[in-house]
Nanobody, 114 residues
Framework: QVQLVESGGGLVQAGGSLRLSCAASRRIFGISVMRWYRQALGKQRESVATITPGGSTDYADSVKGRFTISRDSAKNTVYLQMNSLKPEDTAVYYC????????WGQGTQVTVSS
């Protein structure tokens, strides 16, 4: 069993930055694709950023050039650096680990005011 705990959400003005963290309860980065998702009110959950065990990254078109996913294996933590935030980035952000079993965090709210 793996627990994922997100933190770092909050309220920020448009154009601002936030860094989300996702701490895993044990080492999984070598065997799991780590992904950040978001779900805005009334909308479906969407994938935002991905990092593979090999370190490759991928982003949704809507966040390319603004968001950066990274990881610190020593801390079992994945990050999502979000810059140039827009009101449309407002959502609950979740991290997930996809491997032989999928694990999800509880989510953290990000609100961007205009």
């Amino acid at each position: 069993q793996v627990q994922l705990v997100e933190s770092g959400g909050g309220l920020v003005q448009a154009g601002g930055s936030l860094r989300l963290s996702c701490a895993a309860s044990r080492r999984i980065f070598g065997i799991s694709v780590m992904r950040w998702y978001r779900q805005a009110l009334g909308k479906q959950r969407e994938s935002v950023a991905t990092i593979t065990p090999g370190g490759s990254t991928d982003y949704a078109d809507s966040v390319k050039g603004r968001f950066t996913i990274s990881r610190d294996s020593a801390k079992n933590t994945v990050y999502l650096q979000m810059n140039s935030l827009k009101p449309e980035d407002t959502a609950v952000y979740y991290c997930a680990a996809h491997g032989s079993t999928n694990y999800w965090g509880q989510g953290t709210q990000v609100t961007v005011s205009s």
